[in-house]
């Protein structure tokens, strides 16, 4: 009896198309002490035909690992892979705020590999479609490694040559402000790996801190000062004290003492030692003062229907990421940077440029922390081809935060929700 065996065509997933394609590059954002990364794989067919296959992967080296992935494939025509491939090369790393290196193939499987580890300890604890999704994306992950196993040992020296990929995906040189907040970053996190690029405390260290006490958590704001009103002596370590607010299953005070070694012409800063002399839970109403800052708002009324009306028809627009809310369509700008990151007094929502929200009742309420970019965003609009659909209705300074919670209010309108003396004459 003839033996019978199963054949993978192309159209399965399980099918290692791996094979059938050269790997070209990788491009990746340098925002690994952010705790993500995402990269743009791009393979060429064996065949000769310059078809191409994509891959665009989202790595959270925190408990969700790689988080998204997609394969995208090409035919010769369009070798940068089309629309489709700059659309969703922008939804996972337009947010990211850094700027793209290239790496070589064994860095980018180093990364995947290292997420993947990472997430294991938190698996079983994730909802079933994203347990399922890991597992058809790692099936798909493990194919291509097997299909291209002689690019991760080629040449000598791969311990340290890894090393130094890893560096890529770094942002490099940090000032003193950027080195706190992402050491921060990294340790609430529970990322002693991307802790480790930041200075000399050893991972076993870091894992005795007081952090351990609290789960994963965010951080949210930090403010920074120097420990003593003293002058640091030149060539000597200085200690700077950290308040820190912190997001985990409730809000987290904290206060910590972190010491950077001597400024030095021939080597960057580095984390000394640190040490967490503060850590309490505080109720969201006590988070909310110390998180508290100004919003701009412009509000104009739509002139036209709707559906006549597109905001991508402005350079700020166009850039801008599209979210469902209860109350319209939110359009979120970020910065091209992480800037934010190099300041004393640290929010982690600086790295939003501006937000708009356009309601069902006709508006379109325009948002920013900073008076520059509302003005910015105004000026976008004002020479866009929105302009004559558009009528201004006012400009505001409100001292708490009500943008998120106006466009999760079904029907809310917010020229109601202002209160204006003219409407008692």
Request: proline content about 3%.
């Amino acid at each position: 009896m003839p033996e019978l065996r199963v054949v993978e065509g192309k159209l399965s997933n399980k099918y290692n198309h791996f094979l059938d394609y050269r790997f070209d590059s990788c491009i990746a954002t340098n925002t690994r002490l952010m705790g993500v990364v995402s990269m743009k794989v791009s393979w060429t067919a064996k065949d000769g035909s310059k078809d191409k296959l994509f891959q665009l992967i989202h790595l959270d080296f925190s408990e969700y690992g790689v988080d998204d992935y997609r394969e995208i494939f090409s035919n010769a025509d369009n070798p940068e892979g089309g629309r489709e491939v700059r659309s969703e090369w922008k939804r996972i790393s337009g947010s990211l705020g850094g700027i793209e290196v290239k790496i070589p193939f064994f860095t980018m499987v180093q990364l995947i590999d290292e997420v993947v580890a990472t997430n294991e300890k938190y698996y079983e604890s994730h909802e079933l479609f994203i347990q399922v999704f890991r597992k058809e994306t790692l099936m798909r992950l493990n194919l291509m490694k097997e299909a291209s196993c002689k690019l991760l040992y080629e040449g000598a020296g791969f311990e340290e040559k890894s090393k130094e990929g890893q560096q890529l995906v770094c942002k490099s040189p940090l000032t003193s402000f950027e080195l706190i907040n992402y050491f921060l970053m990294r340790m609430l996190d529970k990322d002693y790996h991307g802790a480790s690029f930041l200075g000399d405390v050893s991972i076993s260290e870091m894992q005795r801190s007081r952090f351990k006490e609290i789960g994963l958590a965010e951080l949210v704001r930090n403010k920074i000062s120097k420990a003593t009103t003293a002058a640091t002596p030149t060539g000597e370590a200085t200690v700077y004290k950290c308040r820190f607010t912190a997001l985990s299953d409730s809000y987290i005070y904290g206060e910590a003492l972190i010491t950077l070694s001597p400024r030095s012409l021939t080597r960057t800063r580095h984390i000394l030692e640190f040490e967490v002399t503060t850590l309490m839970h505080i109720s969201s109403y006590e988070a909310a003062l110390q998180l508290q800052q100004a919003e701009y708002i412009t509000l104009y009324e739509l002139t036209v229907p709707a559906e006549a009306f597109d905001l991508e028809d402005s350079v700020f627009g166009a850039d801008a990421s599209m979210t469902p809310a209860p109350n319209g369509i939110i359009y979120v700008l970020y910065n091209k940077d992480n800037y934010h990151v190099d300041s004393s007094n640290y929010f982690m929502n600086h790295d939003l440029y501006g937000a708009y929200l356009l309601t069902p009742n006709g508006e379109l309420v325009v948002m920013s922390h900073d008076i520059i970019k509302i003005t910015n965003m105004e000026a976008d609009i004002g020479r866009s081809m929105n302009a004559n659909k558009l009528k201004l209705k006012g400009r505001y300074k409100l001292e708490t935060q009500v943008f998120k919670s106006f466009s999760e209010t079904p029907g809310a309108m917010f020229s109601e929700m202002i209160y204006s003396p003219e409407d008692n004459d």
